[in-house]
T-cell receptor, first 116, second 114 residues
Framework: DTGVSQNPRHKITKRGQNVTFRCDPISEHNRLYWYRQTLGQGPEFLTYFQNEAQLEKSRLLSDRFSAERPKGSFSTLEIQRTEQGDSAMYLC??????????????FGAGTRLSVL | AQSVTQLGSHVSVSEGALVLLRCNYSSSVPPYLFWYVQYPNQGLQLLLKYTTGATLVKGINGFEAEFKKSETSFHLTKPSAHMSDAAEYFCAVSDRGGGFKTIFGAGTRLFVKA
């Protein structure tokens, strides 16, 4: 098991461009979470999936953000028309949701987005 | 609603000294509590967790934390700091009633002086 994998690790883009990040969770994990972390702050919850269903979205997730998990395995997070305020580290986590599993979340290394 | 407060954005200790990082939480349901460590340009690594049972939990790298319900605290300690402990530490509470999304504190950066 290689843990949670995120790609790319770094992304530099110009304001107004679209970007997409990918997260591959731990293979048997049915829950997948996205968080955003800005400099000097703790991660903030964005959204999460149970299998392919997106069950909750934070108010932080504006209409320019969309996340998918089409087959209940990997997930993508797309940001359209990026703004400088979108610059942050985007973290993905996965967990297994079943009785007794305690839903411990394991995090990937993150994708650092810089919007110029 | 749940929240986490970490007291002190920066803590500096000498190598070999006691490490104490403070965390207080609020939760309307019995919480799951966590400490994560983050090294520069890396993701979060789970140090330890409290879910149920014994209130003193031991984690990796010699860290431990004690859940004190009466004080709504979950402070992180290590008897003797090592240079490699220098990192950012995040206390977190899991919302068991809301999909288990995790609410993080703002973090405490630990500096270890030689």
């Amino acid at each position: 098991d290689t843990g949670v994998s995120q790609n790319p690790r770094h992304k530099i883009t110009k304001r107004g461009q679209n970007v997409t990040f990918r997260c591959d969770p731990i293979s048997e994990h049915n829950r997948l979470y996205w968080y955003r972390q800005t400099l000097g702050q703790g991660p903030e919850f964005l959204t999460y999936f149970q299998n392919e269903a997106q069950l909750e979205k934070s108010r932080l997730l504006s209409d320019r953000f969309s996340a998918e998990r089409p087959k209940g395995s990997f997930s993508t997070l797309e940001i359209q028309r990026t703004e400088q305020g979108d610059s942050a580290m985007y973290l993905c986590a996965s967990s297994i949701n079943r009785a007794g599993a305690k839903n411990i979340q394991y995090f990937g290394a993150g994708t650092r987005l810089s919007v110029l | 609603a749940q929240s986490v407060t970490q007291l002190g954005s920066h803590v500096s200790v000498s190598e070999g000294a006691l490490v104490l990082l403070r965390c207080n939480y609020s939760s309307s349901v019995p919480p799951y509590l966590f400490w994560y460590v983050q090294y520069p340009n890396q993701g979060l690594q789970l140090l330890l967790k409290y879910t149920t049972g014994a209130t003193l939990v031991k984690g990796i790298n010699g860290f431990e934390a004690e859940f004190k319900k009466s004080e709504t605290s979950f402070h992180l300690t290590k008897p003797s700091a090592h240079m490699s402990d220098a990192a950012e530490y995040f206390c977190a509470v899991s919302d068991r009633g809301g999909g288990f999304k995790t609410i993080f504190g703002a973090g405490t950066r630990l500096f270890v002086k030689a």
